[in-house]
C-alpha cells in the first residue's frame, strides 16, 4: 500500500519589488495573483490583457518560481517579445532562461531536442508553404494519378486539407465532407497523398509548419520520460490568445498541464474569430468543463473606447448564447456616439467615408490614426477608386508576405542547402535556376547528388565542402546547356561552405549576391533593382543571428505567420488603413469605419447557413467596433450591383438591427444641390 506525500516548499518571507495594488486595477490584481491551479481569464477588449499576463509572469518570479520552469504560449513571437521585454523592466533583470514564445516556436525547441525518437536528425529543415507545395506536387506525380481526368484539387489545396486535419485532429475524409464536398469521392486517393507526403518529409528530414505542433504532440504521448519531463519543467503555463487555438494547441496544453494543473489561460471568447483556419471556440467555452476546479477571473475595464462605443460593442455582442457573460465598462469619459451613415449605393459610401476622413484630417487627425474595416477585401474596391481619384494615401493589409518571394526563397535556398544536404527541395530549386533545367532534370539530377553525397560522407566523415564536393561529382549528369553554369552553382556552394562563412547567414547571402544570381534577377525580373535591395536588407536582417540554424528556423516561422503583410498603395508616411476585420484584430485607431453592413456581406451569406457561423460574425462584429477609440462609423449602401442581375435593394445588417437607435446617431446623406 502506498500513499502519496507532498512536499510544500520552503522559502524566506517573500519582498516584492512591485506595488502590485498600484499598478493594477481589482480585477487584474486579482488575476494577476491568482493561487496555484487551473485559471481562465476572461479579458474583454482594451481591458490591459497584456499588461495582466506581463504582471502574473513577474508576480510569479517574485514568489520565488524560477524562470525557467514558467511557460509562456503566444501567437507571435512579437508579443513574446514584448511581454518578456516588459517583465525584464518591471523587475530590472533579464530572463534568457524563460520560455516564451509562439507554439510553433516552442514546438521547434523541443523536437530540435528529440528529433530522432522521432526518426529525425535535429538538422531537419522547416518547410514553409512554397516548400510544401513542391513536395505535394512530387508526391501527386509519383502516384501517377491522373489529375485531368479526376479534377484533382492542386497541391496548395491538398496542403491546406492536410493542414484542416492535422490542426483539428479529425479524420482527412470528414473534412473533405465538411469542407471539401466536391473531391470528398477522391478522399482514398487524396489520403494515399497525405501518406506519401508525409513519408518524403521524414526522408528528407523536414517538416512543415503543422509538423511542429503534430509531431510535438506526438512526442510527448508517444514517449513517457520525456513526457513527464516537460511536464515536470513547466510547473506553470500561460497561455494568450486561448480563443484562437485549435484542437491540437488545445492537447498540447492540456498534456503540459496534466500534473500541475497549473494553467493559466487568457483570452476573449467575444474575440474568437478563427474558425474558418481551424480555431474552436469550445476550447475557451469548455474549459471549466475540462478543469472543474479551475477558477474564472473577468476583467471588464476598458481603457481603449469611449462609453458611448463601449455601449453599442456590449449590445452587438448581447444576442450571441455560447458566450462567457460580461459587460465593458469604460474608464474614459463620455464621447460622441457612433454614427450610422445610410448611404444611396457604394459609390455613395465611398463618398461619404473619403469626404470624412478629409474632414478629420483637417481637424488635426492623422490618417494613420484611421481606419476602413470590412468583412471582405472586394467591399472596398470602390473605395480604393475613390480614395485613388482624391489623392488620399491609404496602405491595404494584404498581398504575398515578404519572406514567401521567389527571389527570397532562392538565396535561402542555398542556406538550407548547405545547413542541410537532405534537403531535396532546396537542391530542386536551385538546379532549375540554370538553364536548361527543369522539373524531371531536377529529380534525375537530385539521385545523382544523393549518391555523390552518401559516398563523399563515407569516404571521411569531417569532409570539408561536402555539398561543394557532391554537386561537383554531379557535373557529367548536367544538360550541356548547364554545364558553364552548374561550374558557377559549386563555386558558390564551395565558397559558402569554407570557414568564417558557413556558420555566418549574413555572409552567406553576400556570396550568393556576389555569384550569378544578380544577373538572374536582371534577366528574369522588371523590378531587379528592388528586389536586390530585398536581399541587401535580408543580409542585414541576418546580422542579429548566431547561426545560420537559427536564422533559418526564424525565417519559416515568420514565414508561417497568418497575418499578412502591409502592400503601401504609394510612398506617403501618413497613410489611412484598409483592412479586413481578421487583419485588424489586436490593432486599434482613433477613428474607425466599418462598411458594407448589408445583410448577406456580414454577415456573410455563407455564415447564416448555421448558428454557430452567425455567432462568429456577430464576434467580428464585436471586434470591428472595439478597435474604435473615439469616433465609430457603421455605414451601408441601399443599392447594390449584383453579378448578371443589375441593382438590387440592400438590408441592413441583423447586427445593425441589434444596437438600439438610441445608442446610435444616424445621419442621412445627400448630394448638395449646387444649382439651388
Known sequence: MSRE????????????????????????FAAVTAPPGPSLVIAGAGSGKTRTLTFRVAYLLEQGIPADRILLLTFTNKAAKEMMRRVADLLGQELATLWGGTFHAIGNRV????????????????????????????????????????????????????????????????????????????APQITDIQQRYAARKLATNAMDFDDLLALWLKLLKANEEVREHYQRRFQFILVDEYQDTNKLQSDLIDLLAERSQNVMVVGDDAQSIYAWRGANFQNILKFPERYPQAKIYKIETNYRSTPEILNAANAAIAANTEQFAKKLSPARKAGQKPVLAVCNDSSEQAAFVAQRVL???????????MAVLYRSHFHALELQLELTNRNIPFSITSGIRFFEQAHIKDVTAYLKLVTNPHDELSFKRLAQLLPGIGGKGAERLWGEFRKRETEVHRAKRETKERVARAVQACAAAVPKKATAAWAQFTATISQLEAKGVRDNASEMIRHVLKSNYEDHLKETYTNYRSRLEDLEQLAIFAQQFNTVEDFLTQLALLTNIEAESEQPASKDDEQ???????????????VVFVIMLCDGLFPSARSLETPEGEEEERRLMYVAITRARNELYLCYPIIRASYGSGDFMQQPSRFLEEIPKDLIEEWNLKPLNLYG
Not at 519589488?17 to 486595477?25: A, K, M
Not at 531537419?124 to 481526368?149: G, N
Not at 474632414?359 to 490614426?369: I, N, P, S, V, W
Open 5 to 28: 506525500y507532498v512536499l510544500q516548499p520552503f522559502r524566506a518571507l517573500t519582498h516584492l519589488q512591485i506595488d502590485y495594488v498600484r499598478e493594477l486595477n481589482e480585477q487584474q
Open 576 to 590: 489611412l488603413r484598409l483592412s479586413t476585420i481578421h487583419q485588424a484584430k489586436g490593432l486599434e485607431f482613433d
Open 111 to 186: 523536437l530540435r531536442q528529440h528529433a530522432r525518437l522521432l526518426g529525425y536528425e535535429r538538422d531537419f529543415t522547416i518547410m514553409d508553404r512554397e516548400d510544401a507545395r513542391h513536395l505535394i506536387t512530387t508526391c501527386v506525380a509519383e502516384s501517377e494519378i491522373d489529375v485531368k481526368a479526376a479534377r484533382f484539387p492542386k497541391a496548395e489545396v491538398l496542403g491546406d486539407i492536410f493542414s484542416l486535419a492535422v490542426n483539428t485532429h479529425k479524420p482527412l475524409p470528414e473534412i473533405l465532407n465538411a469542407q471539401y464536398g466536391h473531391f470528398a469521392q477522391l
Open 359 to 369: 474632414e478629420l484630417r483637417e481637424e488635426g487627425m492623422a490618417l494613420d490614426k
